[in-house]
């Protein structure tokens, strides 16, 4: 089946420009995650949607960034005046409803950002 | 908190030798952890979870890992090498301060496994 996808692939923006980032879990997943990957770090969590509503946002740097799951479905996170900081690898990953212990997350290939 | 510590930023083998990536972690609770794999251009692929069950977890591509409570540890092992296996490799723990099952995951800084022919 269809994996995570994530569009797009790149982004080359300017400082100061808005920009948005989209997320298609797997079908049936309810719960969503952003994090963001910078150069020779691992992955750093951003934001955690359970269906819907953000259930954990601790992990957005400022309030530039938002992120929206207005159908619990396709997630969309947007940055505003974006700095040059903010250039990395942004990562959504997905999983089930977990039964019994902590469910394995289903990472996209991610959204390479780059603020000129 | 959790956290975790990968010991080593880079690992070089010869294929067909044997590989140890070394994890540490710290955790408040009984901790779920996970071995990820991210080759170059491609997605974060799972290798293994430990929640709690066997000690000893098996994964994918002959990976393994030890679970080891005494020392907080949890050790990516594999017999033998193959030239496929070089990748960047993540230790990672569960942050399950929602107290239930779910939770965002808390990567370490990885460690990039060369393979020599």
């Known amino acids: 089946g269809a994996g995570v996808s994530q569009t797009p692939s790149n982004k080359v923006t300017e400082k100061g420009k808005y920009v948005e980032l989209r997320c298609d879990p797997i079908?049936?997943?309810?719960?969503l995650y952003w994090y963001r990957q910078s150069l020779g770090q691992g992955p750093e969590f951003l934001i955690y949607f359970q269906g819907t509503g953000a259930a954990d946002d601790s992990g957005l740097p400022n309030d530039r960034f938002f992120a929206v799951r207005p159908e619990g479905s396709v997630s969309t996170l947007k940055i505003q005046r974006t700095e040059r900081g903010d250039s990395a690898v942004y990562l959504c990953?997905?999983?089930?409803?977990?039964?019994?212990?902590?469910?394995?997350?289903?990472f996209g290939p991610g959204t390479r950002l780059t603020v000129l | 908190a959790q956290s975790v510590t990968q010991l080593d930023s880079h690992v070089s083998v010869s294929e067909g030798t044997p590989v140890l990536l070394r994890c540490n972690y710290s955790s408040s609770y009984s901790p779920s952890l996970f071995w990820y794999v991210q080759h170059p251009n491609k997605g974060l692929q799972l290798l293994l979870k430990?929640?709690?069950?066997?000690?000893l977890v098996k994964g994918i591509n002959g990976f393994e890992a030890e679970f080891k409570k005494s020392e907080t540890s949890f050790h990516l092992t594999k017999p033998s090498a193959h030239m496929s296996d070089a990748a960047e490799y993540f230790c990672?723990?569960?942050?399950?301060?929602?107290?239930?099952?779910?939770?965002?995951?808390?990567f370490g800084k990885g460690t990039k496994l060369s393979v020599k022919p």
């Open positions: 079908s049936g997943h309810t719960a």
């Open positions: 990953a997905s999983s089930p409803v977990p039964k019994l212990h902590v469910s394995e997350q289903f």
């Open positions: 430990y929640t709690s069950a066997a000690t």
């Open positions: 990672v723990v569960s942050d399950r301060k929602y107290g239930g099952s779910q939770g965002n995951l808390i």
